[in-house]
């Protein structure tokens, strides 16, 4: 509808990414959480299983991490959305990282300052904790009275989104893909046939087309422009590679918790 109101508009990586992590929210529980960091890390402050912090240079986000540092070493995470409501955030976190410290669930997690889809992200390296954690959340009354609803674009596992992304991110790649679709089909004059059935068959030619036969790095970098770092090595190619096929692999309905795991 924007692109047909706004003919030649170009809807970027920013513009989707912006919209997609607010899907489903609805506006009055929309709004900033950062008045929460100072709280969570007070609280926490001099705990033994944990530090709470902000970085300077990645103030966006109130970080948890295990004081172990081992689940933070590791290339790849069983990675976890828990997307709590204003009302819930606060206590709903405290609940969270008490039942990960206490079980010496080794993780490591970030909230961000607003209200999301995607709020908190925890990455946790053992197949059994991830169970274990999936397990308190769905059994913890408080938890699922402030659940949101998760990204529709990912694996769900008891109303819990879910992924495993490597050195980049899921919901960047996404959005990479859906602003590259949406543009395609505005350029080719198909608007028309704009939809989510739609929106799968062109990832899978273009996972086919990029990802099948030797990568065009320039490419690439371009489709999934990000400031922070080149696709210049095989194993980011592969990152990018697994990440795109996971989100074709959660197009079917069908697609449960052992089907996540084989991806992992």
Request: glycine share 4%; aromatic share 14%.
């Amino acid at each position: 509808t924007i692109i047909k109101q706004n003919p030649g508009l170009n809807i970027s990586k920013d513009l989707i990414y912006n919209n997609l992590i607010k899907y489903g929210i609805p506006k009055d529980k929309l709004g900033s959480i950062k008045d929460k960091f100072d709280k969570w890390i007070s609280k926490f402050y001099g705990h033994p299983k944990i530090d709470v912090f902000v970085d300077e240079s990645w103030k966006y986000f109130c970080q948890f991490v295990s004081k172990d540092r081992s689940s933070r070493n590791e290339h790849e995470h069983f990675k976890i959305y828990i997307p709590l409501d204003k009302e819930h955030i606060e206590e709903g976190a405290n609940q969270i990282f008490e039942y990960l410290s206490q079980n010496d669930i080794s993780h490591t997690s970030k909230i961000g300052r607003e209200v999301r889809f995607d709020n908190i992200v925890i990455r946790i390296s053992n197949q059994a904790d991830f169970l274990k954690l999936i397990n308190y959340i769905s059994n913890n009354r408080y938890i699922q009275e402030g659940l949101l609803l998760p990204n529709p674009f990912t694996a769900n596992i008891g109303n819990i989104a879910v992924a495993c992304d490597g050195k980049i991110s899921y919901n960047d790649t996404l959005s990479a893909l859906i602003s590259m679709y949406l543009n395609n089909r505005q350029m080719n004059k198909t608007l028309d046939d704009i939809g989510i059935n739609d929106f799968y068959k062109f990832v899978m030619e273009y996972y086919n087309k990029n990802f099948i036969n030797e990568p065009d790095y320039g490419k690439l970098n371009k489709d999934f422009e990000d400031g922070r770092r080149k696709i210049n090595t095989p194993e980011q190619v592969v990152n990018y590679m697994n990440v795109i096929s996971l989100i074709l692999k959660t197009s079917n309905s069908n697609f449960g918790l052992m089907d996540y795991f084989n991806h992992y």
